[in-house]
T-cell receptor
Framework: AQKVTQAQTEISVVEKEDVTLDCVYE???????LFWYKQPPSGELVFLIRRNSFDEQNEISGRYSWNFQKSTSSFNFTITASQVVDSAVYFC????????????FGTGTRLLVSP | DGGITQSPKYLFRKEGQNVTLSCEQN?????MYWYRQDPGQGLRLIYYSQIVNDFQKGDIAEGYSVSREKKESFPLTVTSAQKNPTAFYLC????????????FGSGTQLSVL
């Protein structure tokens, strides 16, 4: 069965600190996709990144970076030099062949960045 | 601009009443989804539809119903059988194909009077 675990319920940091959000997943499929979404206070989920199971290259986009490790079934998200605008709930999600197109979400991590 | 529109933003339900949440998309996506979000529980799938006139139950379908008569529209009815309807409801749409990302609406907060 598919499962996504985000063990960190809430993280508080001060602006300019680096922060890593953890995501651990479970799937029996060898082909799958992983996603990160951001949910700001407005409520709408915003897509951040998608990674397929055959691409273990880490990715960097500005202050955001993602570390995908199949050996530990993890897809962690790091924000460098955090800013107040990064305050949001962040969700990790999994889509595998067993679930067809459906995304299974973790419980989310609330990030609070203080000035 | 293309996107997903959910309405209303806030909705109140009286006991024993059915209420309908609207979801419209102009992205020409075949697949549409309804998720329920409760504090600390993430997003849980209620119903999904991969094509017009077809829909499937998700993980928590009891007490909910949907229809998909048009590609653009996927309304969700919260029936009186749903005993704990207070939650934030999110609608999403998706292009066909494995691994496609979801596009989300801005959500409806449903509360019980």
């Amino acid at each position: 069965a598919q499962k996504v675990t985000q063990a960190q319920t809430e993280i508080s940091v001060v602006e300019k600190e680096d922060v890593t959000l953890d995501c651990v997943y479970e799937t029996r499929d060898t082909t799958y996709y992983l996603f990160w979404y951001k949910q700001p206070p407005s409520g709408e989920l915003v897509f951040l990144i998608r990674r397929n199971s055959f691409d273990e290259q880490n990715e960097i986009s500005g202050r955001y970076s993602w570390n995908f490790q199949k050996s530990t079934s993890s897809f962690n998200f790091t924000i460098t030099a955090s800013q107040v605008v990064d305050s949001a709930v962040y969700f990790c999600a999994l889509s595998d062949l067993t679930g067809f197109q459906k995304l299974v979400f973790g419980t989310g991590t609330r990030l609070l960045v203080s000035p | 601009d293309g996107g997903i529109t959910q309405s209303p933003k806030y909705l109140f339900r009286k006991e024993g009443q059915n209420v309908t949440l609207s979801c419209e998309q102009n992205l020409n996506h075949d697949a549409m989804y309804w998720y329920r979000q409760d504090p600390g529980q993430g997003l849980r799938l209620i119903y999904y539809s991969q094509i017009v006139n077809d829909f499937q139950k998700g993980d928590i379908a009891e007490g909910y119903s949907v229809s998909r008569e048009k590609k653009e529209s996927f309304p969700l009815t919260v029936t009186s059988a749903q005993k704990n309807p207070t939650a934030f409801y999110l609608c999403a749409s998706q292009n066909p194909g494995f691994g496609e990302k979801l596009f989300f609406g801005s959500g409806t907060q449903l509360s019980v009077l």
